[in-house]
């Protein structure tokens, strides 16, 4: 695979397709360092509820945008952007190549689609209003004003939501028409990874079995000791279920049942919206990469 100058290669897929371990893998071959595009990756202590690769699984090969901020720092898009692109120039600038791995859709499509973020000053009073309504109202505004706009969505990210009716109520334009297109810096070379439903289903559950094992509950005791209860930590899928679980809201068998639920569900949202991407070529490489 020979890379061009300003080229990137964009390895995306749903939650547990395998992503980060074939980001690496290719990363041996065409000399290549990874940027993480997930939303949940840039917080410190947030490592195993969010499947954070570990230093021995990076195998030596340098990762960006992994545990940059507390989770008390509300991490927008726009500041994403910005830091991912700082380092895509840095890595080009040594002759290495860029990889961007991830499941976060917005950070690819901001970072790597050509769109463009809406000049749109914060409305305080209206997020204020909106912050007091539960997440079901929330996402049925949003979809009553722009359907498209809730798709890929993470389930209870109220702070995206009450973003995107800001944007739609103050431009009066849907989000994608609101966003606007710019000239893209960087070519592009999509690599999607993908299962048969049931495979990736099976990943999943394992991998929340391996959670569990691991000490979820006892990394979300700890977040909670030292950060509070912070809409970054308890809308985020993984912390959420161990919650209620230690809220004796729900036993830990079917806090974990729960967990692999939410994720299923998540992965269906997030191939959703990559497969709107018709660059992407879906399970273009060997099958021995797909770890």
Not at 5 to 33: F, R
Not at 152 to 177: A, C, S
């Amino acid at each position: 695979m020979t890379q061009k100058t300003n080229s990137v290669i964009a390895v995306v897929g749903a939650t547990a397709s395998g992503k980060s371990a074939y980001a690496i893998e290719l990363a041996k071959e065409v000399d290549g360092e990874i940027i993480s595009a997930d939303s949940r990756l840039v917080y410190k202590g947030m490592n195993i509820g969010t499947a954070k690769p570990t230093i021995e699984e990076m195998q030596g090969i340098p990762h960006y945008m992994i545990d940059i901020v507390e989770p008390e720092f509300n991490y927008s898009v726009g500041l994403y952007a910005k830091q991912a692109k700082e380092c895509i120039k840095d890595i080009i600038s040594r002759e290495k190549t860029a990889i961007v791995a991830g499941g976060t859709g917005l950070y690819f499509r901001i970072l790597l689609e050509n769109y463009d973020l809406p000049d749109v000053e914060p409305d305080y009073k209206l997020r204020d209003e909106l912050a007091k309504l539960p997440y079901e109202e929330l996402y049925n505004i949003l979809f009553d004003l722009d359907k498209s706009a809730v798709e890929g969505l993470e389930k209870n990210d109220k702070k995206k939501l009450i973003r995107y009716i800001e944007i739609v109520k103050l431009t009066g334009l849907p989000l994608n028409k609101a966003r606007g297109v710019k000239e893209n810096e960087f070519e592009v070379e999509w690599i999607g990874l993908n299962f048969p439903r049931e495979e990736l289903y099976d990943r999943i559950n394992k991998r929340v079995d391996l959670m569990i094992e691991l000490g979820l509950v006892d990394e979300t005791m700890y977040l909670l000791k030292k950060h509070g209860r912070i809409p970054n930590i308890t809308d985020t899928i993984g912390y959420r279920e161990m919650i209620a679980y230690l809220d004796g809201q729900m036993s830990l068998e079917e806090a974990k049942d729960k967990l692999k639920q939410n994720t299923r569900n998540y992965a269906k949202r997030q191939l959703t919206w990559f497969r709107k991407n018709e660059k992407i070529n879906w399970n273009c490489y060997p099958d021995k990469k797909k770890k």
